[in-house]
């Protein structure tokens, strides 16, 4: 599986943005996916997945209620989730991970619950 997020820029605090995370190869719908960011001298940090099975999603208390992540499992090669971001804050500045793999629903938080990542996009949001 190959991954390639885009959709960053740089907007206002309270603008939105939509992150896309283009998936190449087979079976794409049977993997759990995951969006992370990393800030300027921070480590990486979870921020919200999406489950294979049933589609249950999780999100990290500092985007509850303004992310939302989704899925088009596509019946072809190609695939693509979403990261749709309302109500953008300054410290939500960062490269914008997206990653897939198998795991147990336990472990969805954990980046070494990844097997593929994408390149990144930045998002800045300016105050």
């Known amino acids: 599986v190959q991954l390639q997020a885009s959709g960053g820029g740089l907007v206002q605090a309270g603008e939105s943005l939509r992150l896309s995370c283009a998936a190449s190869?087979?079976?794409?719908?049977?993997?759990?996916v995951g969006w992370f960011r990393q800030a300027p001298g921070k480590e990486r940090e979870f921020v919200t997945a999406i489950m294979s099975s049933g589609g249950r999603t999780y999100y990290a208390d500092s985007v509850k209620g303004r992310f939302t992540i989704s899925r088009d499992n596509a019946k072809n090669a190609k695939s693509t989730a979403y990261l749709q971001m309302n109500s953008l804050k300054p410290e939500d500045t960062a490269v914008y991970y997206c990653?897939?793999?198998?795991?147990?629903?336990?472990?969805?938080?954990?980046?070494?619950?990844?097997?593929?990542w994408g390149q990144g996009t930045l998002v800045t949001v300016s105050s």
């Open positions: 190869g087979r079976m794409f719908s049977n993997y759990n």
């Open positions: 990653a897939a793999g198998y795991f147990v629903v336990s472990s969805y938080y954990q980046p070494k619950s990844y097997n593929y």
